[in-house]
């Protein structure tokens, strides 16, 4: 096949006894050579689109993934304090050395304009926090030692321990806050990890309901793909192209043209609602709910979802003998009996495939959830992409957010490639 | 599904009903994208039959909506910039995932298992999360809001799609026609040209297809990293979705089924010529 092979002349056996090629090496470190050779040539090959997607694609989401976890403010911002408050045992108020130090800083802070964004910081957690220090931080050229007296003096938050605790804690440039928050935990004053308050719990049910709608979603798809597919599998060619067709259409057509035919059918004023009020079914007044809400997000994911179900399924199927389920006839298997025990553990590979694919593009899932999920049928998505758009706290929140997010599909990914095996993927 | 004859009443009752609940499948299916097609002619501004268009009543329907989409300065210049990122995108990621896909199958592929679920991974990746990573990507170059970043980002997206199409149809290749087109004194290009490119390219085109309808319907991504210059019209018709809903996005969404149902037909011929050249015919 390679060069390698066809150009070189055929070994011979030197006089020792070994054997080399005709120019004197050894035959196993000639092939091991030209095993080498083709296996760079081969990745040679691949190399531009791996180097393109590092670059473009897998580096960046790793360095964002990072700043989830960065909380510099304090440390960069005030940097001698966080020195000399690491000698502090966190009891009672700091000595001299660390408010010296603090004003120290915030005559630099206020030079360079950085004591903001360290006030901001600290402000998230105890309110005040920016007037007390950006008050002091003004005034602080009119001030001397004794710099604890005269903080205090001039505002008694500097006088607050927990404003002292926290300013410790957070001198740590990594921080599990982000996280903690994704579970709806948070520090309490002693830096404790504590649940939130009820009424802020909304991320573990975010999850929780992101990952049941999912597998609903799943659950549908398998019990609407799995006949298709079969149907498809064991007609003849020329009825089953055509069938194909009315799998592989929506597959094509557009996510959005999907998603807005949705809108169209199950809107109160949609075609369904219109259609069952014409049929007497139900009343003008007493028009169904089915959009922008739970069930809008189910019908059109299980919608749109479904080709990824019946494509790996139908060409599992297509390959399992029909004989097979003849014999079981035959044998004197009725026909829910072979089908159960001789027909489906064969299509348990493309089941697999289907399953993990769709619940995999299911859990990501965000423009259809966003237009006709309303309140209720939002994904975990939506909210990282609102909280995206917020200040960096909670940009850096829904980072965190999209760090478990996609630590669960990668999770489901490399059990797929385990059961399934990415390189047997195919469409249509 | 023909009826076994050895099937008693009860087994054919069951077959009848099996294909009736098939039918209802096959009807969720296509219905949805079917039925916006006639609503899109629709007289009035709404989003449903008209008492005119369920009598068939020629002056319920109207072409105004189209009107209003190819009427429309901003419409026009979304669906230019579409087209712009999408054929730009398809060619890179085509010849980039082409070629890697023939590096993956080859038999001394190192690490081939990593490596392709590596290549494969932007189709895993929740859609918010790549928008995200790569708007903070792009933003620091200083690029967010050009061609150049929505394209790059667009090849992204595209090149899995390639590199499994392609790689599907090289698994049924037979190398021994390269060894046998050597042996008849044919040098390395002109194999490749002359042997491997015909028999490969109804996988090149059916992945560049799909790279390329990948990028026309992508919405998250371009969210984030179009400006105003390049809005093309899925984020138009996004917002349209969200704000006021208007019959145009209809109209346009026809022209989008219109134009599957044409690439479907592409794919098709394709499969059947490949089919043909791998000397397999439909039965």
Redesign the interface.
Known sequence: MTDATMDRPAAKASDDGELTTADGTPLAVSLRRSHAQARRRAFYLVLPLLAFLVITFLVPIATMMTRSVQNYEVADYLPTTTAAIADWDGTGLPDEAVYAAMAEDMVVGSENRTIGRVAARINREIPGVRSQMMGTARDIDEMSPPWKEALIAEDEGWANEEFWRLVKRETRTLTPIYYLLSFDFEYNSHGEIVERPEEYQVYRLMFLRTAWMSLLITTLCIVLGYPVAYMLANLPLRYSNLLMILVLLPFWTSLLVRTSAWIVLLQQQGVVNDMLVWAGVIADDGRFRMIYNQIGTIVAMTHILLPFMILPLYSVMKTIPKSYMRAARSMGASPLRSFVSVYMPLTVPGLAAGVLLVFILAIGYYITPALVGGDTGIFISNLIARAMQGSTAELKLALALSTILLVAVLIFYWLFNKLVGVDRLKFG | ?AIPN?AGPG?RT?IWS??V??AL??L???F??L??IP?SFNAEP????TPEMMNLNPEGYSLRWYDALFGSSEWMTSIRNSFIISISSTLIATT??T??A???S?????A??F????????M???????A???F??YARLNLANTFFSII??H??LG?P?V???V??ALSSFD?QL??AS?SMGAGKFTTFFQVILPLLLPGVI?GGL?AF?TS??E??VVLFLAGPEQTPI?VR??SG??EE?SPT??AL?SV??AM??C??AT??LI?RRGERLRGLT??
């Open positions: 599904m050895y087994e069951w099996y294909r609940i098939c499948i096959f969720f299916l296509i949805p994208i039925v916006i609503l709404y989003f449903t039959f980039l995932g070629l890697a023939l590096g993956l080859r038999r001394d592929m190192p081939r298992n490596i392709t679920a590596l290549l494969i991974s932007p895993i990746v929740p859609l918010i999360i790549t995200a990573a790569l903070s990507f790059m980002a090849v992204v090149t799609f590199v499994i199409t790689t599907a190398e390269i060894r050597r059916a799909f309808i026309l319907d919405v998250v899925t018709m996004f979705l969200r809903i996005i209809l969404a989008l089924v599957s149902i690439l479907l794919m098709e499969r439909p039965g």
